[in-house]
């Protein structure tokens, strides 16, 4: 069973950077796509980054664009989301996942829909 666990979340000012961790344990390669996705209250989940683990090819919602990086270490199993200019309505539960590619694409829009294994999330604050 997959098992994905994340740290690193906490509270930043706007303008400043964070960076998130997922370990990844337990047969994660499974699916090919790892990837984040967030939650803020009153807003429905939505699906920010994802990586295609195969290849390291990268893929990101237009909200975060420019702003967020993906990244991977294989030899570690974990995966990365460096935030930075983060803005105020970046505040939310952000969940590694694991899940499907379509072909060799991660469509990150697809990462609240599954199928896929999520962690249990980390916090992520930023004030104005």
């Known amino acids: 069973q997959v098992r994905l666990v994340e740290s690193g979340g906490g509270s930043v000012q706007a303008g400043g950077s964070l960076r998130l961790s997922c370990a990844a344990s337990g047969g994660s390669y499974t699916y090919n796509c790892m990837g984040w996705l967030r939650q803020a209250p009153r807003h429905e989940r939505e699906g920010v980054a994802g990586?295609?683990?195969?290849?390291?090819?990268?893929s990101f919602a237009d909200s975060v664009k420019g702003r967020f990086a993906i990244s991977q270490d294989n030899a570690n199993g974990t995966v990365y989301l460096q935030m930075n200019s983060l803005k105020p309505e970046d505040t939310a539960m952000y969940y590694c996942?694991?899940?499907?590619?379509?072909?060799?694409?991660?469509?990150?829009?697809?990462?609240?829909?599954?199928?896929?294994?999520w962690g249990r999330g980390t916090q992520v604050t930023v004030s104005a």
């Open positions: 990586i295609y683990i195969l290849d390291g090819s990268t």
């Open positions: 996942a694991a899940f499907l590619p379509k072909g060799r694409f991660c469509d990150v829009s697809s990462i609240p829909r599954g199928p896929g294994v």
